[in-house]
Every structure is written in structure tokens, then in C-alpha cells.
T-cell receptor, first 110, second 115 residues
Framework: DAKTTQPPSMDCAEGRAANLPCNHSTISGNEYVYWYRQIHSQGPQYIIHGLKNNETNEMASLIITEDRKSSTLILPHATLRDTAVYYC???????????FGPGTRLSVLP | GAVVSQHPSWVICKSGTSVKIECRSL??????MFWYRQFPKQSLMLMATSNEGSKATYEQGVEKDKFLINHASLTLSTLTVTSAHPEDSSFYIC???????????FGPGTRLTVT
């Protein structure tokens, strides 16, 4: 599975959009981009995933570049409860498991 | 998404004793379950992959005789930490994946403290 690179930390003002970038330059054609988040002392929570098209659900939007070498997770109106570590993971649909990197620690500030 | 539960949510045990952690899928049948471990300020590390009805596959460096995994049914997997030591103190998280699906769903985690 392709490796991902994320900034170690980011701050965002409450009510503003949080844009979390992820680089996955070695992604292959059949690999999906998944986003999870982990709030302190809890298990990871699924957010969204996509292959090549942009995706949106009730939690977030996922924007994948045309060459698929990077993506951005967008939380449209960040709240204090969105403070968490966000993980970007690349894996094929038949891949065995998720490999977690260090992620991005997002702090939403009042 | 799928609901995954773990029991207990936290446990304190004495060094040398064994502790069993249960992971249950509440609303679907999971053929594959994963066990992760997370030390403070670190990311999740996969310990083993558990398949229903067969032996678990352990990652390199994880002692299979110390961390016993039993995937007895499509809704239950257990992790037993045998002869626990203080260095086994960690946050243990199970994860399940639907057959043919991409997403994995994670349990809330079990915090183990060995004194």
C-alpha cells in the first residue's frame, strides 16, 4: 500500500473550514484514499473514502487531485469537538489492513 | 457504519496475571478482525489479524504465545494478554471489516494498565 505524508499539526478557528492535506504520490490505480480520525482515548472513527472523484458526506468532503497524488479533507464548519488526530490512509480495496502513520493533530480553537 | 464494542473499556491488573479483552460486532458478521495496540503519543500499530475459524496471523515482533487471539464466531474475537507485564500497558483497539468492503470499523478501545 502507498505511503502517505501529512503535516504533524494544524490549528483552525471554530466555525471556519478545516482543510487537511495529504500527499500520496505513490498511489496506484486501484488504491482508495481513506480518512479516519481519533479523538483522545477513543478508537478511530471512519470519516470518508474515495478513489478518484470528490466525495461528500454529512461529516466532510474529500477532494482528490486529478493525478491522485494528493488529497484534502475538508471539515466545512469546524467545531471544538472536531479536535482530534486525523489519519489519511491509502489502501487497495482488497488490502489486508490499514497502516496508520502519525496523522495530523487538528486543534480547533474557540 | 457498523457498531463495534469492546469489553472492558479499561482494566488494571497485577504483573503476572492474564487479562481477556472482548471485541464484538453488534450489527454485522465479520470474517476478519484486527487487533491494534497504541502506546501514549504514538499511532496505532497492528498486532494481529484474526480470521473466523482459523489461527490468527501475527505481525513481526508480536509474541503469539503472549497475546492469544480467538475468533470464535463471526461476531466475537478475544485477545488475552498472558503473564502481563508493565510494558504491556497500552490502549488495545479491535477493528472489523465487512467481507468485500473497504472500510474498517473500530472499537472504542480498552486501556490496560499493568501494575
Amino acid at each position: 500500500d502507498a505511503k502517505t505524508t501529512q503535516p504533524p499539526s494544524m490549528d483552525c478557528a471554530e466555525g471556519r473550514a478545516a482543510n487537511l492535506p495529504c500527499n500520496h504520490s505513490t498511489i496506484s490505480g486501484n488504491e482508495y484514499v481513506y480518512w479516519y480520525r481519533q479523538i483522545h482515548s477513543q478508537g478511530p472513527q471512519y470519516i470518508i473514502h474515495g478513489l478518484k472523484n470528490n466525495e461528500t458526506n454529512e461529516m466532510a468532503s474529500l477532494i482528490i487531485t486529478e493525478d491522485r497524488k494528493s488529497s484534502t479533507l475538508i471539515l466545512p464548519h469546524a467545531t471544538l469537538r472536531d479536535t482530534a488526530v486525523y489519519y489519511c490512509i491509502v489502501r487497495g480495496i482488497g488490502g489486508q489492513n490499514f497502516v496508520f502513520g502519525p496523522g495530523t493533530r487538528l486543534s480547533v480553537l474557540p | 457504519g457498523a457498531v463495534v464494542s469492546q469489553h472492558p473499556s479499561w482494566v488494571i491488573c497485577k504483573s503476572g496475571t492474564s487479562v481477556k479483552i472482548e471485541c464484538r460486532s453488534l450489527d454485522f458478521q465479520a470474517t476478519t478482525m484486527f487487533w491494534y495496540r497504541q502506546f501514549p503519543k504514538q499511532s496505532l500499530m497492528l498486532m494481529a489479524t484474526s480470521n473466523e475459524g482459523s489461527k490468527a496471523t501475527y505481525e513481526q515482533g508480536v509474541e503469539k504465545d503472549k497475546f492469544l487471539i480467538n475468533h470464535a464466531s463471526l461476531t466475537l474475537s478475544t485477545l488475552t494478554v498472558t503473564s502481563a507485564h508493565p510494558e504491556d500497558s497500552s490502549f488495545y483497539i479491535c477493528s472489523l471489516r465487512l467481507a468485500g468492503a473497504g472500510e474498517q470499523y473500530f472499537g472504542p478501545g480498552t486501556r490496560l494498565t499493568v501494575t
